[in-house]
Nanobody, 128 residues
Framework: QVQLVESGGGLVQPGGSLRLSCAVS????????VGWFRQAPGRERRERQG?????????HTADSVKGRFTISRDKAKNTVYLQMNSLQPEDTAVYYC????????????????????WGQGTQVTVSS
């Protein structure tokens, strides 16, 4: 059974950092790409924004967060991370991880409908 569980969200002041984790089970990171998305308050599922993606052969990060957010993974722990630095109020959202088969791809990684399974999300709130 495929399962993704996000953790690490919370309330942080502007300029602060958080590291999100996505623990996966039911598959191995060798065979799938894992992406991070966020859904801002008041937005619908179809408006989820692709943040980053990582697979065995490729990886991508959205221009809007490049230089502040870093995606990584630990295959031994079957976990994918999203390190978020210099957080700003506009980063406030529910953050989700999801999988797609088998790579990120240069075009598809940023679109929510390209992903097969999703976690439940973790709330990130950036506020003073």
């Amino acid at each position: 059974q495929v399962q993704l569980v996000e953790s690490g969200g919370g309330l942080v002041q502007p300029g602060g950092s958080l590291r999100l984790s996505c623990a996966v089970s039911g598959f191995t990171l060798d065979s799938y790409a894992v992406g991070w998305f966020r859904q801002a308050p008041g937005r619908e599922r179809r408006e989820r924004q692709g943040i980053a993606c990582i697979s065995d052969t490729d990886g991508h990060t959205a221009d809007s967060v490049k230089g502040r957010f870093t995606i990584s993974r630990d295959k031994a722990k079957n976990t994918v991370y999203l390190q978020m630095n210099s957080l700003q109020p506009e980063d406030t959202a529910v953050y989700y991880c999801a999988i797609r088969d088998p790579t990120c791809s240069a075009y598809g990684w940023k679109y929510y409908y390209e992903y097969n399974y999703w976690g439940q999300g973790t709330q990130v709130t950036v506020s003073s």
